[in-house]
């Protein structure tokens, strides 16, 4: 049976590895994105995965093209909740629209995806609910309330949802990556990363897919035992 999965933020770095592993697992995968058209549009051209753009922060535009999507392809069995932002800067710094826009769409987008899609896996006795943390969600990150926060949020999200998906076939886990050569880790000032990578035993930043390969763990038949999980991949930097 062919399972039909949506990647939020599945166009660019650890979405697009996971978009693209899904798909090589035989999977129909939609790659939802929300800013950039001529990187979405590449990605398509080269994988052949469909996209779809919508802000997952916004509630509507998630239950709106879930069930159009859930229409189109006869059921909705995996979301990876990956899209994510930051908007670094000490607290002294950081703006509430800053604290807010990472909580919408970090946290909030978690919410909104699996409200849009959790009842249709129950009703069918079986989902995959893949929601993507950090490292930061865990430990900290100086200059990261707003994403520190959020991202925890989503480790206490998972654990809760997994207990209500539970006994109907849904497994809901999280994946907390450490960094990864992402555009999102490279937009870390150059110093700072260097301090950051010189406490990653495995001595390198990971790659996404390495993520990836979690993922498609995570979502397959032999993970039905796993729920409410964290899975950290990242480099024993942070062993948790
Ligand atoms: N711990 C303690 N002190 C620190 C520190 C740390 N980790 N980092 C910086 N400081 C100190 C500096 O030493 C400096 O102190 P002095 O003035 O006394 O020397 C002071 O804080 C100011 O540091 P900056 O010059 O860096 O301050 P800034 O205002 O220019 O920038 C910042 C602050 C935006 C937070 C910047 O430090 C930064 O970008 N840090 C990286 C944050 C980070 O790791 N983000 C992860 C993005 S990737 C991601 O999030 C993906 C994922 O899931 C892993």
Request: aromatic residues 6%; contains cysteine; glycine residues 14%.
């Amino acid at each position: 049976m062919t399972r039909v999965a949506i990647v939020t933020g599945g166009t660019r770095g650890i979405g697009e590895a996971i978009s693209i592993a899904l798909k090589n697992q035989g999977c129909t995968v939609i790659a939802n994105y929300c800013g950039n058209d001529d990187k979405a549009k590449a990605f398509s051209i080269s994988t052949g995965i469909a996209t779809a753009k919508w802000d997952v922060g916004d509630h509507e535009a998630c239950i709106d093209n879930c069930a159009r999507i859930a229409a189109e392809h006869g059921s909705l069995d995996i979301v990876v909740n990956n899209a994510g932002v930051t908007r670094d800067g000490t607290l002294a710094r950081m703006s509430f629209e800053d604290w807010n826009e990472v909580m919408r769409i970090n946290l909030g987008g978690c919410f909104n995806m699996a409200k849009a899609s959790f009842t249709g896996m129950r009703e069918r006795g079986w989902g995959r609910i893949v929601n993507i943390g950090s490292i930061n969600g865990q430990a900290g990150q100086y200059g990261q309330v707003n994403y520190a926060a959020a991202k925890s949020g989503i480790h206490g999200f998972t654990k809760a949802l997994a207990q209500e998906g539970a006994k109907f076939g849904v497994t809901v886990n999280a994946i907390a990556p450490g960094y990864i050569d992402t555009d999102m880790v490279a937009a870390v000032p150059p110093a700072v990363l260097e301090k950051i990578v010189a406490k990653i035993p495995v001595g390198r930043l990971g790659h996404a897919s390495e993520i990836a390969r979690g993922v498609v763990f995570l979502c397959s038949d032999n993970a039905g035992f796993v729920t409410g999980s964290t899975m950290s991949i990242n480099g024993g930097q942070h062993m948790y």
